[in-house]
């Protein structure tokens, strides 16, 4: 009590329906309390609601580079330089922006969906990470002996003052090894973006793809419609090439080439998800049951191999549904929701397992 | 000699300075996660999140660093403890939008903006004010009362702490992930709950 009336502290506790009972008793009975908590009570509802509706300001003038929020995140910066951005920052609406997302970009903690994209990452194996290693310890040595053959090839240059012929032919044949590379990077991005984009209009299976994001299945593309999207050879991307495959409803296209991958080497989790749907949507048209057991025995080694692929569960059950057995299929789909984060592909799996149960 | 047991910095200057596959495969051991998880976010940001996509540019950090014989590395002088880890992210984020940005420069999403304006607009609905004006005094009177609490480095500080939670939505966690900040999590939280009380009680008695 301060003068007889109540504190702002308590009048605050109040206003969190906290505090001795006797304080409400006092504000039931003071005007100038009850005034007060009213007063406190909107005042504490504006910030709140500014709170949630989250309003940036103004842009700034003069802001830094897009590259200095990775910066002032990482701690690169000296201190007082850092804090003047962090001060910009929390007057610029744009800059603001870009400082969260630094810090949430550097932020540890991966969630399960991360986590399992990472595992899948060909480096994150024990073996690709010491061939790593090897490579990264000698690319400095290798930088040594280039700079050793640059001061050679200046050394025998000299007397005839000017490069050799055999110089300009290696330089055309690593320039066109150079710009090929460039091109197929490029031409495997725009095949991506193609075939992502198809994926996210409907899945053209009920199984699901790897490699691509989740999307509903669409009554035109579980149909009969086909989409086209070409992988010349020369790209080397199985996935991708399995994945329009699909798309083109040629699952045996996608046995051959899924196939043609694992026997060079290529038994990624991918490569091994996707086989299980080419074999499974290949026994469904061809009413072959020998093709459901290789989809199946495929689907065992990759449980085997990848213990957090949760998408060869969802696969799973859909093959135990088609041969009858309903309670593996049950098994496997409880399996795959509880591996499976939040999100609208467990969502189709609860609807299915609601359907067998 | 035993590369598990040398720090960070001892570690990434033995890998510039003296490259050894040893070397090189406790770098990846302690560094691969930070540099993939970095990747795996930012090219997330570019709505791309595909193994191989990731991948390569795990592949092109990695590369970054190895160049000219590991002038990245041997560049590094830390400034504070941990420091190599906050330059790791950073070069790594840097090298996925450098990318990204080649790939897509004519392809930049406008549409998604949001101007203050229509911003501003849509809160007066859900807030009840009256005009785009009373929103901004409103605003205007909040940073007043954190602008009157002085000029010292702390409070500068918190003030950018508070704009930085309620304009932007930055956690406590975030907030105090910045190193130069040099606040736990629980600090940052601690400011923010202090100048919102203070706020509460400036508000109210000058009504």
């Not at chain 2, 890998?15 to 495969?25: H, I, K, M």
């Not at chain 2, 900040?181 to 706020?199: A, T, Y």
Request: charged share 30%.
């Amino acid at each position: 009590m301060y003068n007889g009336h109540l504190s702002i502290e308590e009048i605050e506790q109040l206003s969190q329906q906290k505090g001795p009972a006797e304080n409400q008793t006092h504000v039931e009975n003071c005007q100038q309390c009850k005034s007060l908590l009213a007063k406190y009570q909107i005042v504490s509802a504006k910030l709140d609601q500014l709170a949630s509706a989250r309003i940036g300001a103004k842009n700034g003038m003069n802001c830094p580079e897009e590259k200095v929020w990775f910066d002032v995140a990482g701690g690169t910066l000296p201190e007082a330089e850092s804090f003047t951005h962090i001060q910009h920052a929390a007057e610029c609406e744009s800059c603001g922006k870009k400082l969260r997302n630094a810090t949430r970009l550097f932020d540890e903690k991966l969630s399960p969906e991360e986590e399992k994209i990472l595992s899948a990452l060909p480096s994150t194996g024990a073996k690709a990470q010491s061939k790593l290693a090897e490579r990264l310890a000698s690319s400095g040595r290798g930088a040594d002996v280039q700079q050793a053959k640059k001061k050679a090839i200046k050394f025998f240059a000299l007397p005839f003052g000017r490069p050799q012929p055999w110089m300009a032919v290696a330089a055309v044949v690593i320039a066109a090894f150079v710009g090929f590379q460039a091109y197929r990077i490029n031409e495997i991005g725009k095949i991506q973006t193609k075939i992502a984009n198809q994926y996210k209009k409907g899945r053209p299976t009920e199984f699901r793809v790897a490699g691509v994001d989740f999307s509903r299945l669409t009554a035109t593309m579980g149909g009969v419609e086909r989409f086209y999207v070409r992988v010349p050879d020369w790209l080397q991307r199985p996935t991708l090439s399995a994945q329009a495959a699909f798309l083109e409803r040629e699952w045996d296209a996608a046995i051959r080439i899924l196939e043609k991958a694992r026997q060079s080497g290529n038994n990624s989790v991918e490569v091994l998800d996707n086989l299980v749907v080419a074999y499974a949507l290949e026994g469904e048209r061809a009413q072959d049951r020998d093709f459901y057991a290789k989809a199946l025995l495929l689907s065992d080694e990759i449980i085997q191999q990848y213990p957090s692929d949760a998408i060869v569960y969802f696969n799973r059950a859909l093959l135990f549904e088609q041969l009858g057995r309903r309670q593996d299929a049950i098994v496997s789909l409880r399996k795959f929701i509880e591996m499976e984060p939040d999100g609208p592909s467990r969502d189709e799996a609860k609807e299915k397992l609601q359907m067998l149960l | 000699m035993d590369y598990q047991v040398l720090s960070d910095d001892d570690l990434v200057r033995e890998c510039g300075e003296n490259p050894c596959l040893e070397a090189w495969e406790e770098f990846i051991r302690r560094f691969h996660r930070t540099i993939a998880s970095v990747a795996l976010r930012a090219c997330r940001e570019w709505s791309q999140a595909l193994p191989d996509v990731v991948e390569d540019r795990v592949q092109d950090a990695l590369a970054k660093l190895c160049a000219d014989n590991y002038s990245m590395l041997r560049m590094f002088h830390p400034h504070h403890p941990g420091a190599f880890r906050g330059y790791l992210r950073k070069i790594t984020a840097n090298v996925v939008y450098d990318h990204f940005r080649a790939e897509h420069a004519a392809k930049r999403d406008v549409a998604n903006t949001t101007e203050l304006n229509d911003s501003i607009h849509q809160l007066d609905c859900e807030l009840g004010f009256t005009s785009s004006r009373d929103f901004e005094i409103f605003l205007n009177e909040i940073d007043d009362l954190l602008l009157q609490r002085g000029n010292g480095p702390i409070e500068k500080r918190d003030r950018a702490i508070f704009w930085l939670h309620y304009r932007y939505g930055m956690t406590a966690k975030e907030i105090a992930s910045i190193p130069s900040l040099k606040l736990g999590e629980k600090g940052v939280e601690s400011v923010i709950h202090r100048l919102m009380r203070e706020i509460k009680e400036a508000l109210v008695s000058k009504d």
